[in-house]
């Protein structure tokens, strides 16, 4: 899978290992910054990530700050992007099977780094439960 990245300062370590995990596990990583844990502001960072999933050119990303909050804002502007702030491995796993999630956020802050691989494993692993979600609009507008 072809996954972009995109931190600003306060993400910037997490971005780091997870890259590293992602490349060890085959996938293609393109890195949009930040290079530092040096301030920056985070738009310009996070916006490109996003903007690569909306146009084709990755099939997901993955999103760093203090919070994560503020990331997904700049992301959920972008047609086409469905960003989710996950903290725990349910988070992550709804995002993903009721939400359809391509993007996911993570702030640094506030989520503890042992976590990671399974955050990463959950995104990068869970379906979308597509057929189920359309039954249910077809019951709502019958």
């Known amino acids: 899978m072809r996954i972009a990245l995109g931190s600003d300062h306060a993400g910037y370590r997490y971005k780091q290992l997870v890259a590293e995990r992602l490349r060890a596990l085959g996938h293609d990583v393109v890195d949009f910054g930040t290079n530092s844990d040096e301030s920056v502001d985070y738009p310009l960072f996070i916006r490109p990530a996003c903007e690569a999933v909306a146009n084709g050119?990755?099939?997901r990303a993955i999103i760093f700050g203090g919070s994560g909050n503020?990331?997904?804002?700049?992301?959920?502007?972008?047609?086409?992007?469905?960003?989710?702030?996950v903290w725990s491995t349910e988070s992550a796993r709804f995002a993903r099977?009721?939400?359809d999630a391509n993007v996911m956020s993570i702030g640094q802050r506030l989520v503890d780094e042992a976590l990671l691989?399974?955050?990463?494993d959950i995104f990068l692993d869970t379906e979308f439960e597509a057929g189920r979600h359309v039954r249910r609009i077809q019951q709502i507008d019958e």
Do not use: F
């Open 70 to 85: 503020g990331e997904a804002m700049v992301a959920n502007r972008i047609t086409g992007v469905r960003a989710a702030v």
């Open 117 to 120: 691989p399974e955050l990463l």
């Open 97 to 99: 099977l009721h939400n």
């Open 57 to 59: 050119d990755c099939e």
